[in-house]
C-alpha cells in the first residue's frame, strides 16, 4: 500500500470520502425529484439553528459512545458489531439499578450505581463473544451479530413479561425515581444563571467527552494500549512480543462493552427515565460509520460524532420540509459514509499519492 | 391419528413458508463465502430485493416485472459489495454493514418519494403477486391415507419462490461439487494463490460468486413482498439475512446441512407463537421471545466449537492480491 504523509492521510482523505458520500447522498436526492442543495440546507439549518444545537449534541452524545467502543476494538483488529446489544444491556443495568435500589438508596447514588451498572452489564455482553474469540476460535463478527440478537429476545422477554410496568400494555418499565436521573444542561443552566433552550441535552455529553480523553490516555499512553496497538498491527509479533494477546482481546472487548453500555446513560438515564423497547435504535451500528470516519482516534470521534448528530436532528426536519424526503436520507448518508470512509477507504490512496508526486517533481 | 397428522403437516408447512427466503439467503452466502467473500450484506440484498419486486409490482401489476427488479436491486448491491471488497480489497465486513444500512434507508426513501405511504408500498392485489400453484392430482389423491395429505398439504400449494427455494439446494451442489466452475470458484475461497498460479481470474470467479449470491438474495426479497406477502413494509426482512448467515454457519457451509438448518429455524419460528400461554412443567410460562432466538444461540454454541466444530473456508475474508 502507498504510504501518504499524514496530513493528507489524516486530514484530507476524511473528507474526500466524506464529499464523497454527500455527493452520492445528492444524486439519490436528485433522482427522487428535489434539488439536493434545498435538502442540505435544511439539514444544516435544522442541526445548528439556536434552539436545535442542544438537539445535535445530544444525539452526538450516543455517537461518541458508540463510536468510542468501536475504535477501541478496532485498534485491536477486533470487529464489534455488537454495540447495538450492548447497549441495550447497558440500560438493563441501569434499569436494574434503578428499580432496584430506588427504595433503599439516596437518588445521587442510585445514580451513581447506576452508571457503574451500565458499563458493567454493556461489558459483560461483550466480554462473551471476546473470550469466545481468543479461547475458542469462533469469529467476533459472527457472535457479536448473535449477541444483537440474543440481546433483543431478552429485552423483548424482559419488557413484556418480568419488568414490564405493571397495567399497562406497552412493552417498557415504570419511570424511575424523580430523584434518579441525569440532570438536563438547560437545568443546570438555569441554575447558574443562564437561559438555555429545552433540549434533551443532559450530563452525560460531558461525560462522553471524558470518554474521549480516557480512550485517548489507554491506547497512547498506557503499556495495555500498546498492546492493543501492537495485536492491531499484527498479532504474531504482538504474541512473540510476549504480549498476552488472549487475555488482552477479551479486556478490550470488555472495555469496548462498557463504552457501548455508557449509551445508555444519555437515553435511559438522561432522557426517557424508564426503560423501553429498542431505545438503542441502530445508533449502535451508527457507532461503527462514526470510527470509521474518525480514523478511530478519539478527537476524530469527537468530530464525527458532532457530524453524525447533526445529520440525524438535521435528518428530523426534513420530514416537514419536504414531501418526499425524510429522515431517514441520514441513514443513506450513514451507509455511505461507512461504504466510502471504510470499505472503499484506500480506493483514493494511489491517485492522491501519485497527485502528491506529480506536484513535487514539478516543483524539483 | 389422521388429524394429528394433518396438524403436524400444517406445521411442516408453515416451517417451509418460513423457511424459504431463510434457504435461498443461505445458498446465496453459501456460493459467496465459498468463493471468499463474506457476506453479512444478505440482510441488505434480501430487503433491497424486497422493496424493489414490490415497487415494480405496485407500478405495472406484474410480479414478472417484480421479481426481474429484485434480482436487478440486490445484484446492484452485491455489485457494490465487490466492487470494495475485490476490486478494492477493501474491509469485507465493513462493506456488509454499509450494503445493510444502505438498503435500510434506501428502501424508506425510495418508498417515500414513489408512493408517499410511510416507507410502506401500497398493498398488492391478487393479480400482482405470485399464486400458489396446484400440484397435479392434489385433490385427486388427497384421499389415499398418509401420502395424500402429505402431497396435498405440504408439497402442494405453493408459489413458485418457494419451489425455486427448494430447487436452489441441489443447484447450488451440483454447481458447486460437480462443474468445473465449481470447484475453481471453492479453490478461490480456499486457497486463491493455487487458483491464480493455475492461471485463473481469482477476482472474476468472486465476482461470479457475489452475482449468484445477488441473484438469490433477489429471489428471497421477491419471496418476501410479492409472494409471502403483499406489498413492502419497511424493515420487512426483519433479520432473516443474518438468520440466514447462522444457518449458514450452523450447517457448516455445506448445501444440505445448511438447508436442514433453515427447515429446523423455520420450524422454531412456527412453533414458537404456538407456544404463546402454555405451560411447561417446572418452567411455567413459555418464554416465546426466548423460543425465537435460539438459533442464534444454538450458532454461538457450534461456533464456540462445544459440539463439532465449524471451519470456514480457509480464504474467507482475505482479500487476494495478485502478485506481478
Given amino acids: ?364 | 391419528m389422521a388429524e394429528l397428522w394433518i396438524d403436524i403437516l400444517a406445521v411442516l408447512d408453515g416451517a417451509a413458508r418460513l423457511a424459504a427466503p431463510l434457504i435461498l439467503c443461505a445458498m446465496a452466502g453459501l456460493v459467496s463465502e465459498r468463493s471468499g467473500i463474506v457476506d453479512i450484506g444478505l440482510e441488505g440484498k434480501l430487503l433491497a430485493g424486497a422493496f424493489a419486486a414490490a415497487a415494480v409490482a405496485t407500478l405495472t401489476g406484474s410480479p414478472w416485472a417484480g421479481l426481474a427488479a429484485a434480482l436487478a436491486a440486490s445484484v446492484m448491491l452485491a455489485l457494490v459489495h465487490g466492487f470494495a471488497c475485490i476490486t478494492h480489497r477493501g474491509e469485507q465486513i465493513v462493506s456488509g454493514v454499509a450494503v445493510n444500512i444502505l438498503a435500510l434507508g434506501m428502501t424508506v426513501v425510495v418508498a417515500n418519494a414513489l408512493f408517499r405511504h410511510g416507507g410502506h408500498t401500497p398493498p398488492l392485489g391478487a393479480q400482482e403477486r405470485f399464486s400458489s400453484l396446484s400440484l397435479p392430482l392434489a385433490e385427486t389423491l388427497r384421499g389415499v391415507p398418509v401420502l395424500g395429505p402429505l402431497h396435498a398439504e405440504l408439497a402442494s400449494g405453493h408459489n413458485l419462490l418457494v419451489y425455486a427455494a427448494f430447487l436452489s439446494v441441489p443447484l447450488v451442489w451440483w454447481l458447486l461439487w460437480r462443474t468445473r466452475f465449481g470447484l475453481r470458484l471453492r479453490a478461490a475461497g480456499e486457497l486463491p494463490e493455487a487458483v491464480d498460479s493455475a492461471g485463473v481470474s481469482v477476482s472474476a470467479l468472486r465476482y461470479r460468486g457475489i452475482l449468484i449470491a445477488g441473484l438469490l438474495c433477489g429471489l428471497a426479497g421477491a419471496y418476501l413482498s410479492v409472494a409471502h406477502g403483499a406489498g413492502f413494509v419497511r424493515e420487512m426482512s426483519a433479520g432473516k439475512g443474518f438468520l440466514a448467515l447462522a444457518a449458514l454457519i450452523f450447517g457448516r457451509w455445506r448445501p444440505l446441512p445448511v438447508l436442514l438448518a433453515c427447515l429446523l429455524f423455520g420450524l422454531l419460528d412456527t412453533v414458537a407463537p404456538r407456544l404463546q400461554g402454555m405451560d411447561l412443567p417446572l418452567v411455567g410460562p413459555v418464554p416465546v421471545a426466548l423460543v425465537s432466538v435460539l438459533p442464534y444461540a444454538m450458532t454461538v454454541v457450534l461456533l464456540a466449537g462445544f459440539f463439532g466444530r465449524a471451519a470456514p473456508p480457509r480464504a474467507l475474508g482475505r482479500p487476494f492480491l495478485k502478485e506481478h
Fill in chain 1, 1 to 364: 500500500m502507498t504510504a501518504l504523509p499524514r496530513w493528507l492521510d489524516t486530514g484530507v482523505l476524511p473528507v474526500v470520502n466524506l464529499a464523497l458520500a454527500l455527493l452520492a447522498a445528492a444524486v439519490v436526492v436528485a433522482l427522487v425529484g428535489e434539488h439536493p442543495l434545498d435538502v442540505f440546507a435544511v439539514l444544516l439549518q435544522g442541526a445548528f439553528a439556536p434552539g436545535s444545537i442542544g438537539y445535535t449534541l445530544y444525539y452526538a452524545t450516543n455517537f461518541i459512545f458508540t463510536g468510542l467502543a468501536a475504535a477501541l476494538a478496532f485498534q485491536a483488529r477486533l470487529f464489534n458489531i455488537g454495540a447495538e446489544g450492548q447497549a441495550m444491556l447497558g440500560g438493563l443495568g441501569v434499569a436494574l439499578a434503578c428499580l432496584s435500589l430506588e427504595p433503599v438508596l439516596p437518588g445521587a447514588l442510585v445514580t451513581v450505581v447506576a452508571i457503574v451498572g451500565a458499563a458493567l452489564f454493556g461489558a459483560a455482553w461483550a466480554v462473551v463473544p471476546g473470550w469466545l474469540q481468543a479461547y475458542r476460535g469462533s469469529h467476533i463478527v459472527i457472535t457479536t451479530i448473535m449477541f444483537n440478537f440474543l440481546a433483543s429476545g431478552l429485552m423483548v422477554w424482559l419488557l413484556s413479561g418480568p419488568m414490564m410496568r405493571p397495567g399497562q400494555g406497552s412493552p417498557q418499565t415504570r419511570l424511575f425515581d424523580e430523584a434518579v436521573r441525569l440532570p438536563a444542561v438547560h437545568d443546570l443552566l438555569r441554575g447558574l444563571g443562564f437561559e438555555a433552550a429545552r433540549s434533551p441535552l443532559n450530563l452525560s455529553f460531558p461525560f462522553a467527552l471524558l470518554a474521549c480523553a480516557a480512550v485517548w490516555v489507554l491506547i497512547w499512553r498506557t503499556k495495555f494500549g500498546y498492546a492493543l496497538r501492537a495485536i492491531g498491527h499484527s498479532e504474531e509479533a504482538a504474541r512473540y512480543a510476549g504480549i498476552p494477546v488472549r487475555r488482552a482481546v477479551v479486556v478490550a472487548m470488555a472495555l469496548s462493552g462498557a463504552l457501548a453500555g455508557c449509551m445508555a446513560l444519555n437515553e435511559v438515564l438522561g432522557v426517557q427515565h424508564k426503560l423501553v423497547l429498542n431505545f438503542s435504535a441502530g445508533y449502535g451500528f451508527t457507532g461503527i460509520a462514526v470510527a470509521l470516519m474518525g480514523r478511530n482516534h478519539p478527537l476524530g470521534i469527537l468530530a464525527a460524532g458532532l457530524l453524525f448528530g447533526a445529520l440525524f436532528q438535521g435528518g428530523a426536519e426534513l420530514n416537514f420540509e419536504f414531501e418526499t424526503i425524510t429522515h431517514e436520507l441520514a441513514l443513506v448518508i450513514q451507509g455511505l459514509v461507512i461504504l466510502f470512509s471504510g470499505a472503499l477507504a484506500y480506493m483514493f490512496t494511489p491517485w492522491l499519492a501519485r497527485l502528491l508526486l506529480v506536484r513535487s517533481t514539478g516543483r524539483g
